[in-house]
């Protein structure tokens, strides 16, 4: 089986920070990565699918990159509704173990 | 409205039986593949289990395979999870959701999401 493994777990930023995660996978996947937002008591949110393509209804300021191995979830500024966990997820499948954002 | 409602969680004893249900609407639900996939109390996300549009496929995690069953009847765009054996380590909320699955330009995810249901295997 593919694994996954997102880094950092865990990370703590201010408002209008850039940030980014990246996931790993421990074989090449192409570009079957989706990415997911979930916040505390509710059902997670497609954010990025096909690696880099924006889901419809998300903003702008949310990004994917990468290919084969490594993939990248960035945002641009960070708002105050986008402190969640964000999850990588592989063809359909398997997740990431995911990476909690906090506020600063 | 796009929606998908999952119902039957509660509590169970430890090698008891559970079966899931989760209603769509909104879509034509004969059109999608469909997933099962649970939270543990404080964890990360797990995909448990999905099936093709006619049922003719379906994959599970390792840790369920020959206990769980997913299903789906198209007829009344309803996807089940029939959970048997159930262990103290299934306890979660278990989601269903819909699967864009894939192609040759990559992965397109599961976009609709239902609230979740509490599955607690507990004696």
């Known amino acids: 089986d593919i694994q996954l493994t997102q880094s950092p777990s865990f990370l703590s930023a201010s408002v209008g920070d850039r940030v980014t995660i990246t996931c790993r996978a421990s074989q090449g996947i192409s570009s079957y990565l989706a990415w997911y937002q979930q916040k505390p008591g509710k059902a997670p949110k497609l954010l990025i699918y096909a690696a880099s393509t924006l889901q419809s209804g998300v903003p702008s300021r949310f990004s994917g990159s990468g290919s084969g191995t490594e993939f990248t979830l960035t945002i641009s500024s960070l708002q105050p509704e986008d402190f969640a966990t964000y999850y990588c997820q592989q063809l359909n499948s398997y997740f990431g173990g995911g990476t909690k954002v906090e506020i600063k | 409205e796009v929606q998908l409602v999952e119902s039957g969680g509660g509590l169970v004893q430890p090698g008891g039986s559970l079966r899931l249900s989760c209603a769509a609407s909104?879509?034509?639900?004969?059109?999608?593949?469909m997933s099962w996939v649970r939270q543990a109390p404080g964890k990360g996300l797990e995909w448990v289990a999905n099936?093709?549009?006619?049922?003719?496929?379906?994959y599970y995690v390792d840790s369920v395979k020959g206990r769980f069953t997913i299903s789906r009847d198209n007829a009344k765009n309803s996807l089940y999870l029939q959970m048997n054996s159930l262990r103290a380590e299934d306890t979660a909320v278990y989601y269903c959701?819909?699967?864009?699955?894939?192609?040759?330009?990559?992965?397109?995810?599961?976009?609709?999401w239902g609230q979740g249901t509490t599955v607690n295997v507990s004696s």
């Open positions: 959701a819909r699967d864009r699955t894939y192609d040759s330009s990559g992965y397109y995810g599961m976009d609709v």
């Open positions: 909104g879509f034509t639900f004969s059109s999608y593949w």
């Open positions: 099936i093709k549009q006619d049922g003719s496929e379906k």
